[in-house]
């Protein structure tokens, strides 16, 4: 065994990656990723002592959530930026752990190995070796541990996002040391780990809130919007991701230049915003879901930003290497990295920007358009009218089918799912598994689209609360007697936290897929299905069956 991984869909056999990861990732980079994890355990671990002594240092937070942000599947692919995270992490550990020893004394002698280790730039990978997943030896355990630290791993990343925008929460900031510390405390129990893989949930809700709160605050409430999907005749530039302080500045800095802007994958919903459609050089999407991009990459042409995950890593044909640009939490060895912005100024993209006055104009992939733009605070306007459809009997059930995209063949079932159910049947999105069905004509009812798209994984929180305000206006007493089923794709962190928040907010017999997580021991996933009702995808005519019953 080079290595051990478990944390995505695609996994080897829905086992564990174990010679090299499934996503491209080599030994030596896991390595360096488990080790960066288990010197933010030490640092949570120190943070959230010193809360314990009403000492509170916001930055450790921001640290911790960047450097898991990193660890995200398909994140980062540059050793030397782990390796300075690592260095990074275990300095200010030790800043944080001298803090801590001259506030108790002769207390602070019994630390966890994550708190004491010390290792040298040059040992980093062999001693990450030591510490990766398969260190904890209880396999109950290990499976608590580790779906706390994804579900973490996914609040990092939107809680990131949020604190770029100059939003944020004290309580996540404090759940995210004080859960991270708890995977290195043996003294919890199972029954301990489990109430907090729910408090998980719970604080995935507020991050999600937060976010949304962020996002609609700085740029407008996302509105129905048609998204073209063809091509200018002028140079473009293709930005991917989810950051969206990212695209306003680009956007702003490329303002007359003569180059034309356009999302890719979960950077679609940058459409919606009505801050972002002031620009007349904002010309549409370009392209489909993340693992179409060396496809996508190859033609557009230009320079493409990675502003997140995912990035698939090039082939030796691949030619686009010399503009492939990353940003933030994102790496890729020969790709030009654009550094974090300095205070009060904007990230510089003017790099990005030469580069794509010397290229030729995108080719064009398909035509057509593509609509969204649904925030669960456009839907409830509509709210009467929905009501009004569901007791007439022309909208039978609302289907959540959000989540990410993935290679393999097995995830047709989505577009299948959707293709198959009746007309009177609403699609509610969000996150890039949309792009299995979303350029399908599936019609409306009653000028109501029948798949509302209310934008990335992060707008998930959108559907829970257009969900939970429809229990009200049926006057129902338990969100799970709605017309209401799911069946939601995953791949990814992102996509645990997205599923612990709808387990937290009382959801129940939902459906995921097209497996389910690999990182779940057998006794593990008994009680969360004998609790929740979670249940694997199945074929999709029996499921399609099932939800409308």
Not at 440 to 458: S, T
Not at 471 to 480: I, M, Q, R, T, Y
Request: aromatic share 8%; charged share 20%.
């Amino acid at each position: 065994m080079s290595m051990f991984c478990y944390q995505c869909q695609e996994t080897s056999r829905n086992l564990g990656c174990t010679m090299r990861g499934v996503c491209g990732k080599s030994p030596e980079l896991c390595h360096l990723l488990d080790l960066s994890i288990h010197a933010m355990k030490g640092l949570a671990y120190v943070s959230a002592k010193l809360l314990g002594k009403g000492v509170y240092h916001s930055e450790d937070a921001l640290v911790m959530m960047g450097g898991l942000f990193r660890t995200i599947t398909n994140a980062n692919w540059d050793e030397e930026q782990i390796k300075t995270t690592i260095t990074n992490i275990m300095n200010l550990r030790d800043q944080r752990k001298a803090e801590l020893c001259a506030l108790i004394g002769d207390e602070c002698k019994a630390c966890p190995e994550a708190v004491t280790f010390t290792v040298k730039p040059e040992d980093y990978e062999e001693f990450g070796k030591k510490v990766g997943v398969l260190a904890t030896d209880n396999e109950d355990v290990r499976s608590l541990r580790e779906t706390i630290i994804y579900g973490i791993k996914g609040i990092s990343a939107y809680g990131e996002h949020a604190w770029m925008l100059g939003y944020t929460d004290d309580d996540v900031n404090k759940f995210v040391m004080e859960g991270l510390a708890a995977t290195i405390d043996d003294s919890l129990s199972a029954e301990q780990l489990t109430a907090l893989v729910v408090k998980t949930g719970e604080y995935a809700v507020k991050v999600m809130a937060l976010l949304d709160q962020a996002n609609t605050e700085t740029y407008g409430v996302p509105e129905p919007t048609v998204v073209n999907l063809g091509v200018g005749k002028n140079p473009g530039i293709l930005v991917s991701g989810h950051d969206l302080k990212d695209f306003e500045e680009l956007l702003q800095q490329t303002e007359g230049s003569g180059i034309d802007i356009y999302t890719h994958s979960e950077m679609l919903p940058a459409n919606y915003y009505p801050a972002f459609k002031k620009y007349k050089h904002f010309h549409g999407n370009y392209g489909s879901s993340w693992w179409h991009q060396l496809e996508d990459f190859e033609s557009f042409n230009g320079p493409i930003l990675m502003t997140t995950n995912c990035i698939v890593p090039l082939r030796k044909e691949q030619t686009y290497l010399d503009r492939f640009f990353t940003t933030g939490m994102t790496g890729y060895p020969g790709a030009v990295h654009i550094p974090e912005r300095q205070p009060g100024k904007q990230k510089d993209f003017s790099a990005l920007i030469a580069k794509a006055k010397t290229c030729q104009p995108p080719k064009e992939l398909e035509t057509g358009t593509i609509t969204g733009g649904f925030n669960h605070r456009t839907v409830l306007a509509l709210a009467d009218k929905i009501v009004d459809a569901v007791k007439a009997g022309a909208i039978k059930k609302f289907v959540v089918m959000a989540g990410c995209d993935g290679r393999m063949p097995s995830r047709k079932y989505f577009t299948e799912v959707a293709e198959k159910l009746p007309q009177d049947a609403v699609i509610l999105t969000a996150g890039c598994a949309k792009y299995r069905y979303i350029k399908e004509n599936l019609g409306d009812i009653g000028g109501i689209p029948r798949v509302l798209d209310a934008g990335q994984c992060n707008d998930s929180y959108s559907l829970a609360v257009i969900a939970l305000k429809l229990k009200e206006a049926f006057g129902l007493d338990d969100v799970n007697k709605l017309p209401l089923d799911f069946a939601i794709a995953w791949y990814e962190q992102k996509a645990v936290a997205v599923l612990l928040a709808l387990l937290s907010l009382g959801f129940k017999n939902v459906r995921i897929g097209p497996t389910l997580p690999g990182f779940l021991s057998p006794n593990v996933a008994k009680v969360i299905i004998d609790t929740f009702g979670l249940q694997q995808t199945t074929a999709a005519d029996a499921d399609v069956a099932a939800i409308m019953a």
